[in-house]
């Protein structure tokens, strides 16, 4: 068992804002690389056994000969920058607290990470695991598609026509808009119904569009985020979880949840079980709000694509009681919900992440990720407001 997953972690880290890997970087356009200086110190205690902090040094590589072309690319990863030391450069022990107690009388498999961006710590719980994300993942569809936007390669106001063969399952208001002939509207409508709405076909259509999971998952490589996957598409990963094969006639009504009541329990449980082991949508909470932090910092996309996706997440609609429901009058807060598969008494995947922004401008990224559990909804709830409000009252304290 690692530390991450044995309980609280603090990560006090400083990278280049493009999110390179350390050691790393272009230097000057000269070809080759520099070797920028990381510094790094990393905290973190076993809930059964304390550890001293402990301070990592990587070495640095040794410097390359080698000359490569350099080709131009719409909005790249930002070069190194120097270390600034941050006065709250480290978390508020409060903070620490309260995620531990969090995480460690929660009922079911819980994933935490808080991440104060600019600041570059993270304090989490059970932050290098992976969860499954289900809508979470949407967010990942509109980064690639709005990067796609910066490349030129396709804009928003492009149309694209759905039809019914193009219909997934769950929630999914645009299938009441699709008739014989299909429905036509604009990619801006498309990613504005997945992002606030959490609307799966509107989501797959843009999925379609970018050149479905492998330009996704490119996306991320490019952008040196690690320990997010992402899945094979709505249909295909739902069907699974479920012990389905899929079949297009289950987009339709009810047509889904009857074939899958009509399985035996025993596979419908193993079915899950797999899932859980390795969500092929898993995600690691402490990966997550890096990646909010980058598209905060327009290191995820051009200024103007970040500002739109972040404008948009503002007004999403699902999830007003999760971290939203914690959050302190005067803050502002912009999320993507997702929420995974029931089977009796056991709720799968419910999550919640997003970006809180203090009345003085500074922003936390957060995510409260619940992977298994039997606890009822509320007390859900309760759990995600209790971060929110953790973060926001030890701000307020420092």
Not at 218 to 239: M, V
Not at 267 to 274: C, E, I
Not at 328 to 333: D, L, M, Q, T
Request: glycine share 10%; charged share 20%.
């Amino acid at each position: 068992m690692d530390k991450e997953s044995a309980g609280i972690s603090m990560i006090i880290s400083k990278e280049g804002r493009g999110g390179r890997p350390n050691g790393g970087g272009p230097n000057g356009g000269r070809g080759g690389w520099g070797r920028p200086v990381l510094l790094m110190a990393a905290l973190s205690a076993c809930v059964s056994a304390p550890q001293q902090p402990y301070a990592a040094v990587q070495q640095r590589p040794q410097p390359s000969t080698a000359t490569f072309p350099i080709k131009p690319v719409a909005n790249p990863p930002k070069p190194f920058e120097a270390l600034k030391v941050d006065q709250r450069e480290t978390p508020p022990p409060g903070l620490v607290s309260v995620v531990r107690n969090l995480g460690q009388s929660f009922n079911g498999k819980v994933g935490i990470a808080v991440r104060r961006i600019g600041s570059d710590w993270t304090v989490a719980w059970n932050g290098n695991l992976l969860f499954p994300q289900q809508s979470v993942s949407k967010l990942w569809v509109s980064m690639t598609f709005l990067d796609a936007v910066d490349r030129g390669k396709i804009r928003l106001s492009d149309s694209t026509t759905i039809t019914k063969k193009d219909l997934t399952l769950f929630h999914q208001p645009t299938a009441a808009l699709v008739g014989n002939s299909g429905w036509t509207t604009t990619y801006s409508d498309l990613m504005r119904r997945a992002m606030t709405q959490s609307d799966n076909t509107a989501n797959d259509a843009l999925l379609r569009a970018v050149g479905g999971p492998d330009a996704v998952r490119g996306y991320l490589a490019r952008r040196y985020i690690k320990d997010i996957r992402f899945g094979p598409g709505e249909r295909l990963l739902q069907s699974t979880t479920a012990g389905l094969e899929w079949r297009q006639d289950y987009s339709i009504g009810r047509n889904f949840y009857a074939a899958r009541a009509r399985l035996p329990m025993a596979v419908r449980q193993k079915a899950l079980d797999n899932y859980l082991a390795s969500p092929p949508d898993g995600a690691a909470p402490s990966s997550i709000v890096q990646a909010l932090a980058k598209l905060k910092q327009n290191d995820m996309l051009s200024p103007a694509s970040s500002q739109l996706l972040m404008s948009i997440m503002s007004e999403a609609k699902t999830g007003p009681q999760r971290i939203k429901g914690g959050v302190p009058a005067g803050w502002h807060y912009l999320h993507k919900t997702g929420t995974g598969q029931e089977l009796g008494a056991r709720s799968t995947g419910f999550n919640d992440i997003g970006i809180m922004t203090a009345p003085d401008g500074t922003s936390y990224a957060v995510a409260v990720m619940i992977g298994s559990t039997t606890e009822p909804i509320p007390t859900r709830w309760q759990l995600m407001q209790a971060v929110a409000k953790a973060v926001a009252a030890n701000h307020e304290a420092r």
